[in-house]
């Protein structure tokens, strides 16, 4: 399943597929919800998708000496939040269960 992704666009798309609405409707719809989401978050509230997984602001701890790994510069991070996804137990117990798949050779 690793290297798989889904754009905003292919959801939208796998939603009017699946639905008698049209396009231009369900993404206004999905781009409404990622506003509110973002927007819940920016305030600082978590948003709780019963089934699916909890949207969270989570406090990362700051550090005096740390590094850019692309320059190598030393500097200090403060403490800060950022946007942190916890999936739900059904989905956890799904995801689990997903066919590991060797890497491909490059």
């Known amino acids: 399943m690793g290297g798989k992704k889904m754009t905003k666009n292919d959801l939208v798309e796998a939603i009017y597929f699946k639905s008698d609405c049209e396009k231009y ?19 600082g509230a978590s948003i709780e998708l019963r089934g699916f997984g ?30 942190a996804f916890r999936a739900g137990q059904d989905m956890r117990e799904k995801i689990a269960r997903l ?6 050779k490059k």
């Open 54 to 83: 909890t949207f969270e602001p989570r406090l990362r701890k700051g550090r005096e000496v740390a590094r850019n790994p692309k320059t190598g510069e030393t500097l200090s991070v403060a403490p800060h939040y950022v946007a």
């Open 25 to 43: 409707l369900i993404q206004d719809i999905v781009e409404k919800f990622l506003k509110e989401v973002k927007k819940s978050l920016e305030s």
């Open 99 to 104: 066919e590991i798949k060797e890497k491909a």
